[in-house]
């Protein structure tokens, strides 16, 4: 149990424009969400957390109005990256909570190149 | 805040041998979790084991094991019998009781096995 996915895997895109990327969780509800960007090498470095039915809390330092984070339903959350540029391209990677448990399950990540 | 340290940036070890992996963090809070996660080169992160900082029981996962010192801020991992498949980039995370708390990072150490 606790199957977290991302759809798409990867993506090319030109700059300027949007992407969206959906993460499941495939076999439990997850309160929570959280979306993880990932440089080449480096660790992962949380953008924001989002809870099922509310607005998503963004880390300092990153724009809201660029990454656009939905959490409509108890599976699925999505970020969508607006107006999308060189600078975006990285690998994007979510978590979900299991119920009110402390644990969070990853999805396998998307790689975004943006052109 | 809390910050997490890992100091070997790669570690190496010879099959069916033994390797530790050193993790250090900082915190004020008494009641948290602390947390080893994989990610092999398809770049799935795998929660590998997770200890509770109010128990003293060090949690032990098959070969894993850790080396949790509540008092030094310490939990490091512990791999008997290394296999091939051990190979990777190991994280150490760190979260406050409470499950919509965010998980914090250590820059990661890539362990090498070497057959």
């Known amino acids: 149990g606790a199957v977290v996915s991302q759809h798409p895997s990867w993506v090319i895109c030109k700059s300027g424009t ?3 990327i959906e993460c499941r969780s495939l076999d439990f509800q997850a309160t929570t969400m959280f979306w993880y960007r990932q440089f080449p090498k480096q660790s992962l470095m949380l953008m924001a957390t989002s809870n099922e039915g509310s ?3 963004y ?7 660029k990454f656009l984070i939905n959490h409509a339903s108890l599976t699925l959350s999505t970020l969508t990256v607006t107006s999308a540029h060189p600078e975006d391209s990285s690998f994007y990677i979510c978590s979900a909570r299991r119920g009110y448990t402390d644990t969070q399950y990853f999805g396998p990540g998307t790689r975004l190149t943006v052109l | 805040a809390q910050t ?21 963090y900082d ?3 008494s009641d948290y979790y602390l947390f080893w996660y994989k990610q092999p080169p398809s770049r799935q992160m795998i929660l590998v084991i997770r200890q509770e900082a109010y128990k003293q029981q060090n949690a032990t996962e098959n070969r894993f094991s850790v080396n949790f010192q509540k008092a030094a801020k310490s939990f490091s991992l512990k791999i008997s019998d290394s296999q091939l498949g051990d190979a990777a980039m190991y994280f150490c995370a760190y979260k406050d009781s409470g499950g919509y708390q965010k998980v914090t990072f250590g820059i990661g150490t890539k362990l090498q096995v070497i057959p």
């Open chain 2, 4 to 24: 997490v340290t890992q100091s070997q940036p790669e570690m190496s070890v010879q099959e069916a041998e033994t390797v530790t992996l050193s993790c250090t």
């Open chain 2, 27 to 29: 915190t004020s809070e």
């Open chain 1, 18 to 20: 949007s992407v969206k």
């Open chain 1, 59 to 65: 880390e300092q330092g990153v724009e809201k109005d």
């Open chain 1, 55 to 57: 607005k998503a809390t």
